[in-house]
């Protein structure tokens, strides 16, 4: 069993920072790649980033070069830094992995771009 946390997000007015952080508790020995998704109201869950365990990273083309995922193993928790942020980028924020054949979510942290 696999619980992820998360912490961060919030308001921020367009072309602010903020950083949301996903901490894994439980049997987590063997999870290897990390996600972030969001969702915002009316649209389907929508991919952001991925890193693995040894810290290889992918991006959806919407964010790269504004998002930065990361991970600290020792800590069980990995992070999205994100700049440059927009109003189009207001969602709910999701992490997530895969751990065997059970898919885990974290609880979701909303992160709101607006003047």
């Known amino acids: 069993q696999v619980q992820l946390v998360q912490s961060g997000g919030g308001l921020v007015q367009p072309g602010g920072s903020l950083r949301v952080s996903c901490t894994a508790f439980g049997s987590i020995v063997g999870i290897l790649v990390m996600d972030w998704y969001r969702e915002a109201p009316g649209t389907q869950r929508e991919f952001l980033a991925r890193i693995t365990s040894g810290g290889t990273t992918n991006y959806a083309d919407s964010v790269k070069g504004r998002f930065t995922i990361s991970r600290d193993n020792a800590k069980n928790t990995m992070y999205l830094q994100m700049d440059s942020l927009r109003p189009e980028d207001t969602a709910v924020y999701y992490c997530?992995?895969?751990?065997?054949?059970?898919?885990?979510w974290g609880q979701g942290t909303q992160v709101t771009v607006s003047s």
């Open positions: 997530h992995t895969d751990l065997g054949r059970f898919s885990y």
